[in-house]
């Protein structure tokens, strides 16, 4: 079964460059059963890469910010199953701490049925808009772990969300020598990550967008992210696993797919997952 778990469209994401009809008629093309679109909804976070303005959830967008208008947003999904029926109803939060008792209730009038959890800045910036981010004069210990301390605030916040995202989302930026991620030097930070995540029944994202990434740029696939972070995931019980090509254009769904899920049963997976109305559905990888 090939099912997208994360996945935008240009009506509403604004790095996007597809358009929902585009997206589905690729899904449809490729054999796809299953598509959860899920486009950023980033509240205080504007295209130049700011975050410092903090204003509540509820009021209209400002110029440059990332975020829309729910209903419409769910009217268009909804819609939209007309041509494909398994597209689901999901949504991309990009976390704020001072948004997190307030996030839930927000969206809950919209019956959404996957809610991702993402960290896409820290220390008020965005991770990918600059090189020069304060983030990135710490050596590179210090910065990815509080990389994953921001995500494991997140994690343990009254934000209610079903899938913690792209945990390697600042190797895609970080200008570091070598900026991936290992269990190792992190090992207790993942270890409580995880064991968070497991407590809670969120899902753990592998995201195969930066996999690609990394190939469309030096010809090289570096596989997963070290095998050691997914071994160590498993090891503590956890199993629920999405498999996301966080595809922001046509060429993107599908690509590194069936490797990767060759891989992950290698390392003793063998379901994937997706949620409806929150609820975990399981499908053979």
């Known amino acids: ?132 981010h304060p983030l990135y004069d710490l050596p590179k210990q210090a910065a990815y772990e509080r990389v994953l301390e921001a995500h494991l605030d997140m994690v343990t916040s009254a934000f209610h969300f079903q899938v913690m995202t792209h945990f390697d989302y600042l190797t895609r930026y970080a200008p570091y020598p070598d900026p991936s991620i290992t269990y190792a030097p992190f090992a207790d930070h993942f270890d409580t990550l995880f064991k968070a995540l497991i407590e809670r029944d969120i899902a753990l994202e592998v995201n195969l967008r930066t996999r690609y990434k990394h190939f469309d740029q030096t010809g090289q696939d570096p596989g997963l992210c070290d095998p050691a972070i997914l071994r160590r995931y498993r090891d503590l019980g956890g199993d629920l696993i999405t498999l996301a090509g966080d595809a922001h254009q046509p060429a993107d769904l599908g690509r590194f797919m069936p490797e990767a899920k060759a891989e992950l049963k290698a390392l003793g997976f063998q379901s994937g997952y997706y949620f409806k109305a929150g609820q975990p559905i399981r499908y053979a990888l």
């Open 1 to 132: 079964m090939l099912v997208e778990t994360h996945c935008h469209s240009a009506a509403f994401s604004p790095d996007a460059r597809q358009t929902l009809e585009e997206l589905i008629a690729a899904a449809q093309t490729r054999g796809f059963e299953a598509l959860v679109l899920t486009d950023h909804y980033d509240k205080n976070y504007f295209s130049d890469g700011s975050t410092d303005q903090v204003t509540p959830l509820g009021q209209p967008p400002e110029a440059g910010e990332w975020i829309f208008d729910l209903a419409l947003y769910a009217d268009t999904v909804r819609r939209a199953r007309a041509d494909f029926p398994g597209l689901l109803l999901g949504i991309e939060i990009g976390y704020r701490p001072e948004l997190a008792e307030t996030l839930t209730p927000f969206l809950a009038p919209y019956g959404f049925d996957q809610v991702l959890g993402s960290i896409h800045a820290v220390m008020g910036q965005d991770l990918g808009a600059r090189r020069d």
